[in-house]
């Protein structure tokens, strides 16, 4: 075997393609898009090194365009579950005894084809499986994919090269960091295909096996994902990608004796449900388990009098709309001076008449649908609420169609109490919801913001008042794992703002980082003594 300490390529970020009129990407991205829209493909589990199909399909239909059938993909059940688990150990061996640089290679592969000749192709399925714009398809499912791949790499290589900083006479200390002992279970969420690919990969890297459950509707796109880490070189069985009822799964899981962690993101409430099931099965596994999770959000944006109200505004639309609000880090509340609102309400609704809504394959529209039917419905049941209450202002949208996908307007709400329904809870959709403070009362808004919510994902202060951000800074540096001075809470940077919450958004162990490794792995300490003592006897024994 060879030895040696390496050095891997060091990471920068992937720069972001713009998709301007009559540049190659935009050229290759409306290809792309063609010719997944003119086929119907047949999507398998991934079991060890087999694809599995079981007869049992569900249809994926872009949200923006119902009408359209991309394809259908395999439903298993507990059966499958197991088989994955399976294959995972049986793979467990050989994965973690491989030399740690041939992991890297592999994902430093991975993330060179997502840079390019897979760029393109993830791009237009996140576009047409999970109705993203080119930009936000963009930003995700390439630049950010790719930045974790490369960056993790990094990561584990300086996790690997710390050691005990001191050996005594005639002592070596060192420090090896051990894959987790068993299966990590992956679960990721509908509405980023780079955590549907960090996820399972951060884990795989740290030298463990996987079994993978993507969400219902984000399978067009992790099908992608795991042709990518095939065509890296990725073995079988190091990753098993699987389709189940979400119950059935964890029934399996939850109850597995080799079962190790879980790497999550997703709602509270059902990582609260994983968290309680762990806890009642503790007894069953060889270890504790590691629980890693990033949930919901409740995000605000705070705007102080000294603020820039073009800055504020600004803000508001792209933090709140971009993706049709459905990112965990999404303004969905806000807090505005009433010397500010006029100006800033005045932006908003002027630019906000500008927004297209329509499917991601015409680049011209901003908004395009929500998820699914049910989410669709969620939104218009908040909204019809909203419309009918008195201490509600619909100050712009409140309209929704769902006869071609689930189009909900961008809308805008100004309350009357800062503590109505939609300041509190995560609808997950393009409402935001605004409180307009008196400007003397800069203190107390921020109590407000502190307990209004649960949650503690991310939050934004805008002002020019050095004094203001300052304290603004440490009032609320509980209420979100994610801060922004002057900016929108949206659009964390791998290597540069690591992503994670604290609260009810979760366990705060940051992707994007080092933290987020270190807990896929078990250290062991080493002590080497060359000239062992030969007598128990201690000096102090003597007469």
Request: charged letters at 20%.
């Amino acid at each position: 075997m060879l030895k040696g300490f390496f050095n891997v390529p060091v990471p920068v970020n992937e720069p972001v393609l713009n998709y301007g009129p009559n540049s190659p990407e935009r050229a290759a991205l409306k290809a792309a898009l063609e010719k997944a829209r003119a086929q119907q493909i047949d999507i398998p589990m991934y079991i060890g090194g087999e694809e599995v199909r079981t007869g049992n399909l569900k249809e994926l239909r872009p949200p923006h365009d119902h009408q359209h059938l991309l394809g259908t993909f395999h439903y298993g059940d507990k059966s499958h579950v197991v088989a994955a688990i399976d294959a995972a150990l049986a793979a467990k061996a050989d994965w973690e005894n491989l030399p740690w640089e041939q992991r890297a290679a592999i994902f430093l592969k991975a993330a060179e084809l997502v840079a390019g000749p897979y760029r393109a192709i993830i791009n237009a399925a996140t576009m047409l499986g999970q109705s993203k714009n080119a930009y936000q398809a963009e930003i995700d499912a390439a630049c950010e994919f790719i930045d974790f791949l490369r960056f993790n790499v990094q990561y584990m290589t300086e996790i690997y090269q710390q050691q005990p900083p001191v050996s005594g006479k005639g002592i070596w200390n060192r420090l090896e960091q051990r894959p987790l002992e068993g299966f990590v279970f992956a679960l990721t969420p509908f509405n980023f295909t780079a955590i549907a690919g960090n996820l399972p990969a951060s884990a795989a890297m740290m030298g463990n096996v996987v079994v993978w459950k993507p969400a219902d509707t984000q399978v067009y796109a992790a099908n992608v994902i795991m042709q990518i880490f095939k065509e890296a070189g990725l073995p079988d069985g190091v990753v098993n990608l699987i389709y189940a009822d979400g119950p059935e799964v964890g029934d399996v899981v939850f109850s597995h004796p080799d079962f190790a962690g879980i790497h999550f993101t997703g709602s509270t409430k059902v990582f609260q449900h994983i968290w309680g099931e762990i806890g009642a099965n503790i007894h069953k596994y060889k270890t504790y388990p590691r629980i890693v999770g990033e949930t919901g959000g409740k995000d605000f944006v705070l705007a102080h009098p000294s603020a820039d109200a073009d800055v504020v505004a600004t803000a508001l639309l792209r933090g709140a709309y971009e993706y049709q609000g459905q990112k965990c880090s999404a303004a969905s509340r806000a807090y505005v001076p009433a010397s500010l609102w006029p100006a800033v309400k005045e932006h908003m609704v002027r630019e906000m008449a500008t927004f297209k809504m329509g499917p991601t394959e015409d680049f011209e529209n901003f908004i395009n649908a929500v998820i699914s039917e049910v989410s669709f419905d969620k939104l218009a049941k908040y909204i019809d609420a909203a419309k009918t209450d008195a201490g509600v202002e619909v100050v712009a949208g409140g309209n929704y169609d769902k006869s071609k996908g689930w189009f909900v307007e961008p809308t805008l709400l100004k309350v009357d109490d800062p503590k109505y329904v939609t300041m509190c809870e995560e609808l997950f959709g393009p409402v935001l919801t605004l409180y307009v403070y008196e400007d003397d009362q800069f203190e107390q808004i921020m109590d407000v913001i502190d307990t209004t919510s649960i949650y503690a994902l991310t939050g934004s202060i805008i002002s020019q008042d050095r004094y203001a951000i300052a304290q603004a800074t440490q009032r609320l540096r509980n209420a979100a794992g994610n801060f922004y001075i002057n900016d929108k809470p949206t659009g964390a940077v791998v290597g540069q703002q690591p992503f994670g919450g604290a609260r009810g958004s979760g366990t705060n162990d940051k992707a994007g980082s080092m933290i987020n490794l270190l807990r896929w792995v078990s250290p062991r300490t080493i002590k080497e003594t060359f000239d062992p003592p030969k007598d128990y006897r201690y000096p102090f024994l003597a007469k």
